[in-house]
Nanobody, 124 residues
Framework: QVQLVESGGGLVQAGGSLRLSCAASGRTFSSYAMGWFRQAPGKEREFVAAVSYNGVSTYYADSVKGRFTISRDNAKNMVYLQMNSLKPEDTAVYYC?????????????????WGQGTQVTVSS
């Protein structure tokens, strides 16, 4: 059984920064790629970023390239999303998820374990 718990969300002004964290349980955390997704009010869930099982490979949605950074610390069973230069359109509930393979994937069907989400609100 694997559980994911997100934290670090909150209210921030446009141009500001937030760092989201995802704490994972389970003894095989290091065998899986991990991803971040988000869902804004009235919109579909969308891919944000993914990192391979060993942290070497990363992949980002075009909307966040150059602003967001995904990373992981397998010794601590943690995944992070550093968000800089935040925009009002980044406002959403952000979800941490575990993939079914070692490598990055942009499609939510490739992920089998999801956290409860953490709210990020960017004011203008």
């Amino acid at each position: 059984q694997v559980q994911l718990v997100e934290s670090g969300g909150g209210l921030v002004q446009a141009g500001g920064s937030l760092r989201l964290s995802c704490a994972a349980s389970g003894r095989t955390f290091s065998s899986y790629a991990m991803g971040w997704f988000r869902q804004a009010p009235g919109k579909e869930r969308e891919f944000v970023a993914a990192v391979s099982y060993n942290g070497v490979s990363t992949y980002y949605a075009d909307s966040v390239k150059g602003r967001f950074t995904i990373s992981r610390d397998n010794a601590k069973n943690m995944v992070y999303l550093q968000m800089n230069s935040l925009k009002p359109e980044d406002t959403a509930v952000y979800y941490c998820a575990r993939a079914t393979s070692y490598y990055t994937d942009q499609y939510d069907r490739a992920y089998d374990i999801w956290g409860q989400g953490t709210q990020v609100t960017v004011s203008s």
